[in-house]
């Protein structure tokens, strides 16, 4: 902040600034915006894809739309593997196959070179992976350039080739600001080394030498900001925070000797982790009403948190405490969205009873109601469990006389039985989504269509319900899969559920929550943050630090042969798992100003 406020930005000194994630840079400009008292005129805060995508539109738009749905690529990669041969995917290999290729893809390798592999320092084995994944690398670059789409790492390509080619392209700015990152890809230092050369730039690095905290990040140091030719620049060690210059400086260094300020850091043990929860929430209440520390200069983090947030929700709330979870729900969690994936599999499940009767007891459910009571009945005396030859069986036959529900009555009077309107309710109901899940349909608009359609036909939420924007966004969710058809090839009726099901489960829903409180988040959302308190949680091994797992797909071996032999920036895994888990304790560690509690679990 202090350096924008030196470039003085104005209608006339434009500066950019740009932050690893949208989130962040959001969050700059809100301190931004904070400090100055006013609006920010001439500045525009990026990310780099934000940045990328600017520089090719002013040079004339993309060669090709970009490609931005995980999903889609992921579902080409699987498409590729059984053009290859491979028929039996499990759920997820092309995802991991996606994730290897795009980590040669960001690390600018040449499909073409695989003929060099003959003359690598490498066993058969390696070599024979590393032609695997080239080639599966280069049918994937193929497929989307048939399909006339590009991936963001093509963006970033482009970019970077314009402003080589045209520097007045960033002319507008006066200055460029990068901020919150410890990484970049190979084709991010690209483009990061022509923005560089074409306009005065400053790059703020979490980087302290010959800290163990901070081995992680010495080789981008050496090879590509020492090797860069600027000005480099080490600023005050007052970056310990809470922690204080001396224990800062023994972090990870075991016999060093360093000592934060009494009372500066607290250690806290818990049995399980949600008691981590309440005991983080009990925490945040002694910082707020103790030593007057306002809610919104307090944060809690974990290094994810998905195994915290249900619970850490409940505790803040139940102390009184205002939160804003900056990590979004699974879009799953919200029983609107689990509706729609209930009804979408029915046919794939065989119309388990159980699952068709909850569709019609939700609130929800958009149809008739009046029944429901008969068709709890049916299903329970006529022991209708799942498959549809026991709904032809048990249901069909009954929807023109009543269903008995109890043996004939000695005096007479007429037995329980549910009424034949009710049966064919229940029968017309269901047999109509059958046939409207079994709608003849070809590619993949056909079938997104016609989930649409059955979707909105049956389900519903009111203005004002909690989960309609859950409702809204699983719908739609059905809807997006209709733009596959120009890469991928028409998909069978399973492979059109799965996919819907993959894509709902990788979707999020940011809940309602107050803008201004405590704020909930994980370790790589807080890069470049910085709190007046900070409560950490899930600080045992496996949580924080993760364990380091190596890529089965892409090896450290082979990491080590592209890297070392061909040239290309790549991180091993395994080698270099932990020193990135300490790189991000040491991050969120030093993000602490004045106090910094430490939650651990004594029990797993």
């Known amino acids: 902040l202090g350096r924008l406020a030196e470039l003085a930005p104005g209608p006339s000194c434009r500066v950019a600034v740009v932050a690893p994630s949208r ?81 040669l893809v960001d690390a600018g390798i040449n499909t073409a070179r695989a003929a060099d592999f003959g003359d690598l320092e490498a066993s058969e084995a390696v070599k024979k992976r590393l032609a695997l994944l080239f080639g599966l690398t280069a049918d994937y670059q193929a497929g989307l350039e048939a399909a006339g789409l590009m991936s963001s790492s093509g963006l970033t390509t482009q970019a970077r080739r314009a402003v080589e080619k045209a520097p007045d392209l960033l002319a507008g700015y006066e200055g460029v600001l990068y901020y919150g990152f410890y990484d970049l890809t190979a084709l991010q230092v690209g483009f990061f080394q022509a923005v560089t050369s074409a306009r005065p730039a400053t790059l703020f690095y979490p980087f302290v030498k010959d800290h163990p905290g901070f081995k992680f990040v010495e080789p981008f140091v050496d090879e590509f900001l020492h090797a860069g030719g600027g000005t480099l620049e080490h600023l005050g060690p007052d970056a310990g925070g809470a922690l204080g210059s001396s224990a800062f400086a023994a972090l990870f260094t075991p016999g060093a000797k360093g000592a934060p300020e009494p009372g500066a850091v607290r250690f806290l043990s818990a049995s399980g982790r949600r008691d981590e929860a309440w005991t983080a929430a009990q925490e945040v209440r002694r910082l707020h009403d103790e030593l007057g520390i306002p809610f919104d200069a307090i944060g809690v983090a974990a290094r994810v948190m998905e195994p915290y947030r249900t619970a850490l929700g409940e505790a ?88 008995p529900l109890e043996r004939a009555r000695e005096d007479g009077t007429a037995a329980a039985a549910v009424p034949p309107e009710a049966s064919k309710a229940l029968w017309d109901w269901v047999s109509g989504l059958r046939r409207a899940l079994r709608a003849p349909a070809k590619t993949w608009k056909e079938r997104a269509e016609n989930l649409e359609r059955l979707l909105l036909a049956n389900l519903t939420a009111k203005a004002g319900d909690p989960g309609l924007e859950a409702l809204t966004k699983a719908i739609a969710a059905a809807a ?23 894509r709902l489960r990788r979707a999020t829903l940011q809940a309602p929550r107050p803008s201004r409180g405590v704020r909930v988040l994980d370790a790589m959302a807080a890069r470049g943050d910085s709190f007046e308190a900070l409560v950490i949680v899930g600080l045992e091994e496996g949580l924080f630090p993760r364990a380091a797992r190596e890529d089965p797909l892409l090896p450290d071996e082979v990491r080590r042969v592209l890297r070392h032999q061909l040239g290309h920036w790549l991180h091993g895994k395994l080698d270099e798992g932990y020193d990135e888990e300490r790189l991000l304790f040491t991050l969120l560690a030093a993000s602490a100003r004045e106090r910094l509690s430490l939650v651990w679990s004594r029990s797993d």
């Open 316 to 403: 803040l709330e139940a102390h009184g405490v205002p939160f804003s979870c900056e990590d979004p729900d699974p879009l799953l969690s919200w029983p609107a969205a689990r509706l729609c994936l209930q009804l979408a599999t029915l046919d794939l499940r065989d119309y388990p009873a159980a699952a068709v009767l909850e569709l019609a007891e939700s609130p929800y459910f958009k149809g008739e109601r009046r029944h429901l009571t008969h068709w709890r009945a049916l299903a329970r005396r006529g022991g209708l469990h799942s498959g549809w030859l026991q709904w032809e069986g048990k249901v069909a036959p009954w929807v023109d006389k009543p269903y």
């Open 23 to 103: 989130r962040l840079a959001d969050r700059l400009q809100r301190l931004a915006a904070g400090t100055a008292g006013r609006a920010l005129l001439g500045v525009r805060f990026h990310t780099f894809f934000s940045l990328a995508s600017e520089v090719v539109e002013a040079s004339g738009g993309p060669e090709r739309p970009v490609a931005g749905d995980p999903l889609l690529h992921d579902l080409l990669v699987d498409q590729i593997l059984r053009g290859r041969g491979q028929e039996r995917l499990t759920r997820g290999l092309g995802a991991a196959f996606r994730a290897s290729i795009r980590d």
């Open 480 to 502: 997006s899969l209709g733009t596959f058809d120009a890469a991928l090839q028409a998909p069978s009726a399973p492979a059109f559920t799965e996919a819907y099901e993959e």
